[in-house]
């Protein structure tokens, strides 16, 4: 009986906020890899492997070119890893970029918005950016202690409160968008245009289809549900 396909999982992640030179992500990497092998369907535990190898078999048994992975260890990570990766390192230029003063990448996908719809509520900011209300309500208060927003009763319901940019919060909202865009171009630039096309367009249709498997799973249409 064939093994299953299987895929690196990892005990640790290399620590991305310093990166000192070109290559180093990949050093890291190199350290940090367990040599561990998780197979689909197994029951959760990590089997020790002796080598940082992986199994090019897909479920049909046959060897396929698609799932070849050479000796780049990006190569290896799953693609949530890698994915996270690359949007931390997103996060940390724009950072870099706006300064010590400037809107946080946590804070950046809020100013996006009231920058496009001025007064939203925070539960319509919640919707937006996808994250729980917790968590809004102390990044709002944050940028509020920061003079980047202000909150104020709201014309239709007294009981809530609508979010709007103060004059320095839209002031420091557009030089994030100038600045978002400059690292968009850096991280696209190996691209042509229509790599870039073809890349946003399977990013959309992966998002797409991952929310749909999440609703159905909070839904309790899961497995063993």
């Given at each position: 009986?064939?093994?299953?396909?299987c895929?690196?999982?990892?005990?640790?992640a290399?620590?991305?906020?310093?990166?000192?030179?070109?290559?180093?992500?990949?050093?890291?990497?190199?350290?940090?890899?367990?040599?561990?092998?998780l197979?689909?369907g197994?029951?959760?535990h990590?089997?020790e492997?002796?080598?940082l190898?992986?199994?090019?078999q897909?479920?049909s048994?046959?060897?396929?070119?698609?799932?070849?992975?050479?000796s780049?260890?990006l190569?290896?990570?799953?693609?949530?890893?890698?994915?996270?990766?690359?949007?931390?390192?997103l996060?940390?230029s724009?950072?870099?970029?706006n300064?010590?003063e400037?809107?946080l990448?946590g804070?950046y996908?809020?100013v996006?918005?009231l920058?496009?719809k001025?007064g939203?509520?925070?539960r319509?900011?919640?919707?937006?950016?996808k994250?729980e209300?917790?968590?809004?309500?102390?990044?709002l208060?944050?940028?509020?202690?920061?003079?980047?927003i202000?909150?104020?009763?709201?014309?239709?319901?007294?009981?809530q409160?609508?979010?709007?940019?103060t004059?320095?919060?839209?002031?420091?909202?557009?030089?994030?968008?100038v600045?978002?865009f400059?690292?968009n171009?850096?991280?696209?630039?190996p691209?042509?245009r229509e790599?870039?096309?073809q890349?946003?367009t399977?990013?959309?249709?992966?998002?797409?289809?991952?929310?749909?498997?999440?609703?159905e799973?909070?839904?309790?249409?899961g497995?063993g549900?």
């Amino acid at each position: 009986m064939r093994e299953p396909f299987c895929a690196i999982s990892f005990r640790s992640a290399p620590d991305t906020r310093k990166i000192p030179r070109a290559g180093s992500i990949r050093e890291q990497l190199h350290l940090c890899l367990t040599p561990c092998l998780l197979p689909y369907g197994g029951e959760g535990h990590f089997m020790e492997s002796k080598s940082l190898k992986i199994l090019e078999q897909d479920v049909s048994g046959q060897r396929s070119d698609e799932q070849t992975f050479g000796s780049d260890p990006l190569q290896r990570v799953t693609l949530g890893y890698l994915i996270n990766l690359i949007a931390r390192l997103l996060a940390q230029s724009l950072k870099a970029r706006n300064g010590v003063e400037g809107i946080l990448p946590g804070q950046y996908p809020i100013v996006l918005e009231l920058l496009t719809k001025d007064g939203p509520t925070q539960r319509d900011l919640c919707d937006f950016v996808k994250i729980e209300q917790s968590t809004m309500a102390n990044t709002l208060k944050r940028m509020e202690r920061d003079g980047i927003i202000e909150r104020r009763a709201s014309l239709e319901d007294g009981r809530q409160a609508t979010v709007h940019l103060t004059e320095r919060g839209r002031k420091l909202a557009e030089v994030a968008v100038v600045n978002a865009f400059d690292v968009n171009r850096v991280a696209l630039e190996p691209l042509d245009r229509e790599a870039q096309v073809q890349l946003r367009t399977s990013l959309i249709a992966m998002a797409e289809r991952l929310e749909s498997d999440l609703a159905e799973h909070r839904g309790g249409r899961g497995h063993g549900a």
